[in-house]
């Protein structure tokens, strides 16, 4: 059940909703809704299509594109398009290095990256985790020496989602040693395509590689691709993060995941009757319902009235921490409303273009897989108990 | 959209949390709820003066006019102070069910907003659990009126009340949510008798056993055989009442643990320094948002008109603050540890009113099963 808006915002979320529905091909909305593996391509050719329209990117301000809203209407048309069966529009552009280059980049980069993420001409990648740098992203190590122009990188970055895509990388790199280790980064834009960068797959529990590492041997990267000033990247790096946590409670996602999740349980059987009439298994899809009531209730509290317009808080590490934990209870559910045949496992399923025959219901392949991947969701961007550390400094005083 | 307070509903809010702050200290609680009559017939008289009494009746009756923001502001108000008068009784559920039964009824409704008028529910039975359509006490034509018989189960502050309703078998099955009957019956009343208690909460219900209790045809409450859907739809209201109240207590407590953190110490150092406690009252403090977030929602969906809406949200709301409470009152006792048992601290005191909030008009298990009902089409 979803909460009702004044009649202004329903009608701005009936028209969102009219054009998503319509906008999605049909090829994309059928494997979307599979759980089939999104290819380079569905992302751009569904990227491009919001970009024509407009809403690319709901963030941005409107001289640089942005369609202008308040952050109500940028949660709606979020939680709109979360629901859509459509890939996600990759994050990293848009809603991560496009507002640093917005707040900090100089005329230069702007004129030359902003207008080619909204084209999608560029697929940018994070370059901040590195293998001994993780929650404690501040003890990172790759360098970045001064040579002339030019920066010479060289050095490791770890669960970079897409590298195998990727145009760009907007990375930070450690250009001092002095001081606190929060001092000496900064923020680089790295050509992907420069000799000495190499990326390797990290094969995911779920059978999956949409990570990977990224190395790096003495990688020229020109002075004018960081932003700002040497050693401030770590400012940089939180006005991002905090950017990023506009939509994190992916409400819309879980809307989605919440109607297939009642589908699969009306195809299922138990007992004789659909799986959904079972009192225990409708009960527990009625309790992660009511959960995603109060988050998106929480989303609309933190969005509205007297919160419109104001950055978002640390409250949002309680909607990182809930909505994660919603997304992984309806994935698990998913998985287990097929019974036995979450278990066939069929890799080459995921493959655009396989058209082989597996075993159980269309639906099924996609399940067990897809609640593997989704363990990552209360661990990436901050694991819970890093958000919890957040909320108890920032918003309980400890 | 706004969904903040309007001017008059964040003045109400203030009003609220001015007065109850003075006059409701835990200690004058302690010494109401301790001593009979299990309420303060002073504070009452403020509520009224304060025009607490008579939000939910209209403006050309002395009301207020408002509703269920308004009933959940003042009910936070009363969870944050653990206040014992029969507010829900009275107001929510006795205002709710006379403004709903209409006809010569409404006229109690000044009496009730002045405070002359104490009003109780008794509605459960021994074998109705939470179901609102299970009723075996009887009505039997009587002359011109009825004859009522049965044994109503924790009527809460029955014992209080100048009347009660009492809801009773017109016609149909023991189960059947048609031929349910409402009646205003004098506490008093001859065949009446009350056996009236303590709850585990320190507040006051009572088991009203009916014996052939006479009543003239005037005192039905509603129409005749319609009753079903008037309980129904207050104690929707109520519902979202006790989800509000339970929001002040899950505040109160989420404050008082987090002050106990900073100030007690252990191994040299306050134990809020430890993570893993840090760590479990951030669970509490989401556990307050997420329910207050429900709770606000669904006051607000029972003003919307669709009824179904209203009826998901109020159940959806119920089973946020059912299950978040328990959990904000048994992690406010741990985190006290020793100090958290004992009956000095307030600790103890709000989770035993989590407790019964959680039990009172259905529990989450129960109204999880009923959204499940409500929006399985959807």
Known sequence: MRIKLDAAHERFRDEVRGFLDKAVPADIRERCELGKRMTKDDYVRWQTILYKQGWVAPGWPKEHGGPGWTTLQRAIFDTELGATPAPPVIAFGVTMVGPVIIKFGSPAQKAHFLPRILKSEDWWCQGYSEPDAGSDLAGLKTRAVSDGDDYIVNGSKTWTTYAQYADMMFCLVRTGSDGKKQEGISFLLIDMHSPGVSVTPIVTIDGGAEINSVFFDNVRVPKANRIGEEGKGWTYAKYLLAHERTNIARVGLSTRLLRRLKEIAAQEQMDGRPLIEDPAFSSRIAAVEIDLMALEATVLRAVSGENAGKPPGPESSILKIKGSLIQEELTELMSEAAGVYALPYHPEWFEPGWNGETAGPAYAPALAPTYFNWRKVSIYGGSNEIQRNIIAKQMLGF | ?378
Not at chain 2, 74 to 100: A, D, F, K, Q, W
Not at chain 2, 256 to 279: A, D, M
């Open chain 2, 1 to 378: 959209m706004d969904l903040s307070f309007t001017e008059e509903q964040r003045l109400l809010a203030e009003s609220v949390a001015r007065f109850l702050e003075k006059e409701y200290a835990f200690e004058h609680r302690r010494a109401v709820a301790s001593a009979d009559p299990g309420f303060s017939r002073e504070s009452w008289a403020q509520f009224a003066e304060l025009g607490w009494l008579g939000i939910g009746t209209p403006e050309d009756q002395g009301g207020l006019g408002g509703g269920a923001v308004e009933h959940m502001i003042v009910m936070e108000g009363c969870g944050r102070h653990l206040v014992v008068e029969p507010y829900l009784s009275t107001v929510i559920l006795g205002g709710g069910l006379l403004r709903r039964g209409g006809g010569s009824k409404t006229a109690l409704l000044a009496d009730l907003a002045s405070g002359k008028l104490l009003l109780a529910l008794a509605h459960g039975e021994r074998k109705s659990r939470f179901d609102l359509a299970h009723v075996e006490t009887s009505a039997e034509k009587s002359g011109k009126g009825f004859k009522l018989t049965g044994h109503k189960a924790v009527a809460f502050h029955a014992q209080l009340a100048d009347r009660i309703i009492v809801s009773a078998r017109t016609s149909g099955k023991t189960t059947d949510s048609t031929g349910i009957t409402l009646f205003l019956v004098p506490r008093d009343a001859k065949g009446v008798t009350l056996l009236p208690y303590r709850t585990v909460d320190g507040l006051r219900a009572a088991d009203v056993r009916l014996d052939g209790v006479t009543v003239e045809a005037s005192a039905v409450l509603g129409a005749v055989d319609a009753g079903h859907d008037l309980v129904v739809a207050a104690v929707d209201e109520a519902l979202v009442a006790l989800s509000a109240e339970a929001v002040g207590a899950m505040a109160a407590l989420f404050a008082q643990t987090r002050e106990y953190l900073k100030t007690r110490k252990q191994f040299g150092v306050p134990i809020g320094s430890f993570q893993v406690l840090q760590h479990r009252l951030v669970d509490m403090f989401m556990a307050l948002e997420l329910a207050r977030s429900t709770t606000e929602a669904a006051a607000r969906a029972l003003g919307d008109g669709d009824a179904d809406y209203g009826r998901a949200s109020a159940a959806a709301a119920k089973v946020q603050a059912g299950r978040q409470g328990r959990l904000v009152g048994q992690e406010a006792v741990q985190l006290h540890g020793g100090m958290g048992m004992t009956d000095e601290l307030p600790i103890g005191h709000y989770f035993k009113r989590l407790t019964a909030i959680d039990t009172s008009f259905g529990n989450a298990d129960w109204h999880q099963r009923r959204f499940a009902g409500l929006t399985a089409a959807s």
